[in-house]
């Protein structure tokens, strides 16, 4: 007989990889393209505006973040990061573009949500219509995986751009090793420590969206 628990483990599984893959591929494409709208095609020119997922997951994180969850109950992976020369973004309002460029993979990530909460509640008024309530749950799985990953993901590639543009800004050759450390492990650790701040976040943030979306709803849709 067949271990209830090993199946919901599975199920958890399942929804985490597509959940990377979504988002790993949505917010690299969506960078890349701001990047080359601000300035630097390097990006565009390495393919990265592409919405498929294998050219922005990492092949390691892919194989580590399912172990990482069944041992630790952590949800960390890393996608591929997005070539910006930071010295190709000119002005005018320099600063300003420098900014967007950092916030644009959180960005894309509230934007996303926003799209998902939506959906969700589609599939809702779905169910209570047709009473297929099957694909309500499968869909939730992958919309836990995705806020989830998220509370991860937003500090991570935030911290992460803040870090290139302060490195880059003030280096005119290569990069040292002690700056190499920096790119490499400053996002990553400040990242789990506002694990719990972006946890707060992003659940309030997905309360506001579901709460104002709901009332359009009822606007254009009869339950």
Do not use: C
């Not at 919901?8 to 990889?17: P, R």
């Not at 990482?68 to 190709?88: D, E, H, Q, T």
């Not at 099957?134 to 989830?148: M, R, S, T």
């Amino acid at each position: 007989m067949i271990n209830l628990e090993v199946i919901e483990t599975v199920k958890i599984l399942i929804a985490l990889v597509l959940a990377y893959l979504i988002l790993a591929s949505i917010t690299g494409a969506f960078q890349a393209w701001i990047a080359d709208r601000l300035g630097d095609s390097t990006a565009r020119n390495l393919g990265m505006m592409s919405m498929n997922p294998f050219v922005h997951i990492d092949p390691v994180s892919l194989v580590l973040m399912p172990i990482g969850f069944l041992l630790f109950k952590i949800v960390i992976a890393l996608s591929k990061p997005v070539p910006i020369l930071w010295n190709y973004i000119s002005k005018p309002l320099r600063w300003v573009k420098l900014t967007l460029l950092a916030v644009s993979q959180p960005m894309a990530i509230l934007l996303l949500l926003i799209f998902l909460v939506l959906l969700r509640l589609l599939f809702i008024v779905f169910v209570i219509k047709t009473g297929f309530n099957e694909l309500l749950h499968a869909y939730q799985y992958i919309f836990e995986a995705v806020v989830g990953f998220s509370v991860w993901f937003v500090p991570y590639q935030l911290l992460m751009a803040l870090t290139q543009i302060f490195i880059y800004e003030r280096q005119k050759s290569g990069i040292s090793i002690n700056q190499s450390f920096m790119l490499t492990f400053l996002p990553l650790l400040g990242a789990l420590l506002l694990r719990d701040v972006s946890f707060q976040l992003l659940s309030r943030f997905v309360s506001l969206v579901n709460g104002g979306l709901i009332s359009l709803l009822k606007i254009f849709v009869t339950i």
